[in-house]
Each structure stands twice: as C-alpha cells, then as structure tokens.
C-alpha cells in the first residue's frame, strides 16, 4: 500500500444496547466515506461488525470462537456499496465483544497488507462498552490487551475509540464500564490511540475523524533569541480554515462511451488592443496596469520585481512580555505549533526547558517569522507555551498571529448614557436580562460545555457532502431539508428553551416593544424635491438618533443629488467596511457646500438645512461630534466670506445648534457655546 493512502476498518457495535443510536452512526460513517470519495478516492475501507445474530469472519473458520462478529465488507477501494451499507446496517441480537472485534479486525489488515510498516492502517471502533469481553485463556484481561496493543504497533496500525455515553439504562453495570475503561486507556497508552467519550449525536459527528490532512512542515530551522543562541525547531500548521472542495467545470461533449475522457474543460483568453479590437496583443507585449485616482500606472514585471520587499528566512525572537498584554481577540489567520527537530535530544531540552520557564513566569515571546526565502508577507506572532503531560509527547509552543496597525478595525457605537433616562433599563429589567443570559448559556458553572468547538462539525459542510451524494444518484435531486442532528447545531436547543420558559416570559413581560417607523419625506409639486416642514426640522434637529440603521440593506455607494438624506442615512449604516462612515460624512459635507454655494434667493437653504440635520444625527451615532462641529464653524466662516450669511440666519432661526457635551461624550463643546454659537455669528455681521 503507498504511503499515501490509507486503509480503515470500521469496527461498529449493533448490539441491543446501541439501537437508539445507530441512525447516527449510520449517518457520520457514511460521510466519512462520502468524503474519501472526494478528496482520497484511493483509500481502502472496511465494515466490521459485532453483536450481531449471526457469525461471518475467517478467523471463525480457522481457530474457532470470535462469534458474533460478521464482517460485513471486506477491505477495497472506496465507492457508493460502502455508502449503502453503512446507511442500512442491520441491528444486532446480542452483546458484542469489541476486543474479539479489534482481533478480527488486526488480522484482515495483516492478511492483506502483510507485516508491512508501508502505509497508514487504521481502526475505528465506535461502541458504548457496557458489556464485559470474555476472560482471557492466558493471565488477566490487562495483559491480553496490552500484548495486543503491542501488536499494533509492531505492524503499524493506529486506532481510535469512539465511546457512546448517553443517557444509560437502568440495567447498564457501571463497574462493567469502568473495566471497559481502564482496557481501552491500555490502548491509548501503549499506541497512538484516540479515545473520545461522546454522550450526544453532535458530539459523535465532531469526534470521527473524517478527513486525514498529511502534516507538512511550514519551517524547518531555527527559532533564534540572538546571533549566539538558536534552536534547532519543527514548525507545522495546527489549525486550518476547512473550505469547499474545488468545484470544476465539467464538460459533456464527449461521447458517453469514451472511457478515456477527461471531461476536462480549458479556458483560454485573448487580450485585444482597444485602438484596434480585432488585433490580438502577444504576452511579450502587455503590460500589467494598477489604477492610481483616474489614472492607470503600467508596471513591468521587471520594476515589480525590482520594488518587491524579499526578506530572507527566519524565525527571531523579538522580545519576551507579560501574557496579559497580549488581547485573545487580536490573534489573527491559522495557529501554528512549534516541536523541537526530531531526533534532536538537546533542541528538545531547550526547548521544554524554555516553555517551563515562560509559563512558571506568565510570560510571552513575540517572534518575526519568514517562513520561505523570498516571502513577501512577513508576519508578527506571539508564542505561547504548551507544557505536555505525556512522556511520549514533547514540550512545544503554539503562535498565533498579531495583526499590524493596519489590520485593526475600530467600530464605534453609542454610549447608553447618550440617551434620554427614560430609554434606560431600570433594575427589574437588568435583572431580568441577567438571568436570561445565565439561563441560556451554552457552558454553565459545573456543567459539560454544550457544543464543544473539538466535537462540533460545521453544518454547512455537513449538508453539502450529504447533497453531493445524493446528487451522484439522481441529477435531478432536490435539496434535502436539514438533518435533525444539523439542526441541534444551527437552532436554538428546543429543550433548553421549554426549561427556561418562565426565564424568557419574564424577560418579554420586562420590556415593552413598540415599532418606530420612519417618517416618509413629502414630495413637492415638482415630483423632484424632498423636504420637511418647519415643525419637522425643529423636532428633528435635537431628536435622538435611532433609525439610521434600519437602511443598513440598501448598497448605496454615493450620495446623489435626488435623495442626499437617504443616501447619506444608507451609506453612514453600511458595516461591510471600515471607510462607509467616513466616505458618508465627507461626502455629505460636499454636498451641503454645494447646495448653499448654488443657492438661488435661499431656494436650496431647506434642503441644506436636511442634509445638516442628518448629518448631526449621523455624527452623535458615530461619536464624531468634532466632525461636525468643526464643519459648521467653517461653514458659517464659509458663508460671510461668500455673503451668505441669511443661510447663517436661517440656521438660526430653525434652531441648529452645536453638538454639546450632553450630547455626546467627546464633544468640546458646552450647552452654553452650542445654544449661542449661531447667535454670536449673526451678531458678528
């Protein structure tokens, strides 16, 4: 077998006790292999089962006993039988075994594979381990397993125990299960086992293993702390972003008997001159161009080499810092781990002695890592310290990327005590909110976390494999609705919510919802002009700001001249970036220069005086009052050097003001200087 692929048994209990649960064993072992169809199309796979009726196994046949054990597909490369089978397994009559199970099991891959090291072999037992093995004709149970054990490792084999522990039945004999125990920990001490205890469908789609990513080293070299002292280091990816397979384009052009096609299907493209669209331009003639305001710069691949930042390969240690200055929502992209170099006893004693000293003093390195020669994205990472508990297992480090400067994101939002008394929570509504929030936590005090990150599957994914697969039976397959696991993922948990019902009624009888719809402009009779009332304005200019976000759906990416408030209300609410508010403000205030510099006896002075209310509204949202502020200062300078200064007198007589410090928190300005800023500026004139 190629090192490459790999052959796994799937040792299942369909004993009595495991009936309640086999849809979902059914379910997460056959998208196991829905996946090798996808991504290791070449692995070899194998059913196992045990506890069943009857008995079907060759080692049966040829030494006696292991009864109740059938093998149910021999090992062969993956393809839709294994799905069908995995997702019609037949329910057993009697307790299995799984250490005659595990025995079967190692002798099939020996049988086909030989005692070969060759390739990766591996065993997946999923059972509840409630009922006892059979006694040992030679010493104790223990010793029978950890001689098995050793046997697995000798050929190379790796197993992983997946234990059901749910709700147990009453007859369930907890000292059974605490033999059971302490046999299968043998396993996972004298080889590389996994053993996971799992008590709920989700958890159990977490725990199986479904996809094998090979560990490829990101750098292999040293971590250096100063031209004299360096460590000699492994540095591998520990965690990864988990995409859609690539989806390709397939062609059915080809006749359907030709078994050698490829369905490939090639793109190509043609660069044409836009002087003369019908001449075609060679590669040695074009020209990369990078667009800079209205114009666009061509750059050679010569002057883009040249300009390139190319550092050279490298980890260093820049300096070491107190963990708590370190923020968990800074880490940034993947995780990586750092090993001492295999086989390298003196890199190892380093470096454990190094990751004990860092974690007895709480502190932190911060590295600068180039992990090729030539990379242009140098990253900043601190480098926290995983002390092991194994002898087997040495000391490491874990990195976490830290973002740059540019990398954070501010988003600022309101304060509270922006707001009117009347809109804050009295002492039975925080109350109320309190215990809404304890009720409902998915990791109470002294009780298992629900939805563990290591043993919750992505439903998205989940969904998408299971619909790949029924598609490869029927083209025309209509999506399915999401399975009942799926849902315990993606919805609230229906149980939970029936518990905590008073909790949540008492938080609904706490609040008092009522709709706040926005105010709809009035049309002129031109059909073309929006504005308010004088009553309105007044009313608006010192409302509170609470509707901007509802026009967060609209995609504006300008404020026009037709609807400027709307625009400008849309464009303020925007989060899919970090310039929207500053692009919407910036924007507004052009527009209100404009429209009173353009102003024809005062027509556009309503209008203006709109766009200035909005904007008000927008900057108290956005904690910006000195935006503001600043802008009406210097558009009243703007004004008396313009000789527009009715606009001045307008503004004064609607009531505009300032942006104070009752306002907004940031503002500079005083009640007092906001109410007689428009009042000392027409006395001025």
């Known amino acids: ?175 059974i299960m605490e033999e059971n125990d302490r046999l299968l920990n043998i396993f996972s001490k004298e080889t590389s086992t996994r053993l996971f205890y799992v008590d709920n469908p989700v958890s159990l789609f977490g725990a199986l293993r479904t996809r094998n990513i090979t560990l490829v080293t990101v750098f292999r070299g040293d971590i250096e702390f100063s031209p004299k002292l360096k460590i000699k280091v492994m540095v591998y990816k520990k965690t990864a972003e988990e995409k859609f397979p690539s989806l390709k384009k397939y062609s059915d052009k080809a006749p359907p008997n030709d078994k050698y096609a490829t369905h490939e ?51 260093k240690v820049l300096g070491f810092t107190d963990s708590s200055n370190i923020f968990r929502h800074h880490y940034v992209k993947d995780v990586y781990v750092f090993l001492p170099e295999s086989g390298n006893t003196k890199a190892a004693l380093a470096l454990s002695a190094l990751a004990r000293a860092m974690k007895e003093m709480n502190k932190v390195a911060i590295l600068r890592c180039v992990w090729r020669r030539g990379q242009a994205n140098v990253v900043i990472g601190v480098l926290t310290p995983n002390l092991s508990d194994r002898k087997n297992i040495p000391d490491s480090f874990y990195l976490n990327i830290l973002p740059f400067a540019e990398d954070l994101r501010e988003f600022q939002f309101p304060s509270f005590t922006n707001f009117p008394a009347s809109w804050l929570p009295n002492e039975q509504q925080l109350e109320a909110a309190d215990k809404l929030i304890k009720a409902l936590d998915l990791a109470p ?31 025309n397959a209509a999506v399915p609705p999401l399975d009942d696991t799926l849902k315990k993922i993606t919805e609230p948990d229906a149980d939970l919510l029936l518990q905590n019902k008073s909790v949540i009624d008492s938080f609904c009888r706490s609040f008092d919802l009522k709709g706040n719809p926005l105010k709809k402009s009035r049309r002129s009779l031109g059909g073309k002009r929006f504005f308010w009332s004088d009553e309105e304005v007044k009313g608006n200019i010192t409302a509170q700001p609470a509707n901007l976000i509802e026009n967060a759906s609209v995609k504006v990416e300008k404020i026009g001249d037709l609807t400027p408030v709307q625009d400008f209300e849309a464009l303020i609410s925007r989060r899919d970036g970090p310039n929207w508010v500053v692009k919407a403000i910036n924007e507004m205030k052009n527009k209100i220069f404009d429209l009173v510099e353009d102003s024809h006896e005062g027509d556009n002075y309503p209008k203006a005086l709109e766009c200035l209310v909005v904007l008000r509204k927008g900057c108290i949202i956005e904690q910006e009052p000195k935006q503001f502020n600043d802008f009406l200062k210097h558009l009243c300078n703007f004004c008396q050097v313009k000789n527009l200064n009715s606009f001045c007198e307008y503004l004064a007589s609607k009531g505009l003001t300032l942006i104070s410090k009752t306002e907004a928190v940031d503002s500079e300005v005083t009640d007092d200087e906001a109410r007689s800023f428009l009042v000392k500026s027409e006395s001025k004139v």
């Open 1 to 175: 077998m190629a090192r490459n692929k790999e052959a796994l048994l799937l040792l299942l209990d369909v004993g009595p006790s495991m009936h309640s649960v086999l849809p979902e064993v059914e379910k997460v072992c056959s998208l196991l292999v829905q996946k090798k169809l996808i991504y290791n199309k070449y692995d070899e796979v194998g059913i196992v089962l045990f506890g069943t009726e009857d008995t079907n196994n060759e080692l049966t046949t040829e030494v006696g006993g292991y009864q109740h054990i059938v093998v149910l597909k021999n090992i062969k490369v993956v393809d839709g039988d294994i799905i069908e089978a995995l997702q019609q397994l037949p329910r057993g009559t009697t307790n299995g075994d799984f250490l005659d199970a595990v025995i079967v099991a190692m002798d099939m891959l020996i049988k086909k594979f030989g005692e070969t090291n060759k390739g990766k072999k591996r065993m997946c037992l999923i059972t509840n381990a409630q009922y006892p093995i059979k006694e040992s004709y030679e010493g104790t149970k223990e010793e029978q397993v950890t001689t098995i054990a050793k046997q697995m490792t000798v050929h190379g084999m790796r197993m992983e125990s997946i234990i059901l522990r749910g709700k147990l039945s009453q007859d369930a004999n907890k000292g």
């Open 445 to 475: 005090h002294g009780q298992q976390e629900v939805l563990l990150p290591d043993f919750t599957p992505n439903p998205v994914l989940e969904r998408f494999y299971r619909y790949l697969e029924l598609k490869s039976k029927d083209p």
């Open 265 to 315: 299907v090639k793109v190509d493209y043609e660069y044409k001159s836009s002087e003369d669209p019908d001449k075609v331009v060679p590669p040695d003639q074009r020209i990369k161009g990078y667009p800079y305001g209205p114009q666009i710069v061509p750059i050679a691949s010569a002057e883009w080499e040249a300009v390139k930042f190319k550092p050279e390969k490298g980890v």
